[in-house]
């Protein structure tokens, strides 16, 4: 089945209002130009080198979501023209995130990315950690930075009854930060979970954006 008729399929199982993120990594551009042309706008990457490239090769009304662990180094390359970094997992990131949109006067989206698998892993957030940092005198300073939900990847399994408790653990830290902290702010409204195999439970549990890559195009393409 093609690219554009895979949209669609996934399109109609949607809500409206959840966005699609069409992850693109390892893909060429043919392929994302291809959805593209099939109205696809959100792109997603994992590996902030690729998504530079593509960038600079690409249409420049696409939105470019950084869905993969950011290190402070590489968040230069991405300052002047992502959409919203995903996976934002550190207080450390969020300075320099702020650091480099200042240089470009920009004012650039983030969520915070939660560990909420039973799956081991080193990033992350903990909802008390997510609350120390909204919470300290810093980053009351990042003015170029604007924090419009969170993040999660629920544990790989066929456990449906798993999955859904990860997802409504989410839900949970969003409803938490939300009341909390972001109670007058209508920017703080993204909950960012589901991929190919788990997004119907996702958007059963409340996700706002899903993040689809096999679906739409095939199986991921490794290098030789």
Known sequence: MSIKNNLEIILN?????????????????????????????????????????????????????????????????LA????????????????????????????????????????ESKFGFDINEAEEILSSPGFKDLNNIRINGVMGMATFSDNKDLIHMEFKQLKLYFDILKKKYFSDNDDFCEISMGMSDDYPIAVEEGSTIVRIGSSIFGARQCAI
Request: a positive charge.
């Open 80 to 119: 002047p023209f992502v959409n919203l970094i995903e996976s934002v997992d550190s207080l450390k990131v969020l300075k320099e995130i702020n650091k480099q949109a200042e240089k470009y006067n920009r004012i650039i989206n983030c969520l915070l990315q939660f560990h909420i698998a039973s799956e």
């Open 13 to 77: 199982t949607l809500p409206e209002e959840v966005k699609l993120v069409a992850v693109s990594k390892t893909k060429p551009n043919s392929d994302i130009l291809e959805a593209y042309n099939s109205g696809q706008r959100i792109f997603g990457e994992n590996k902030v080198q690729d998504l530079a490239a593509k960038q600079s090769q690409l249409p420049s009304d696409i939105k470019w979501h950084f869905i993969g662990h950011l290190q402070t180094n590489k968040v230069k390359y």
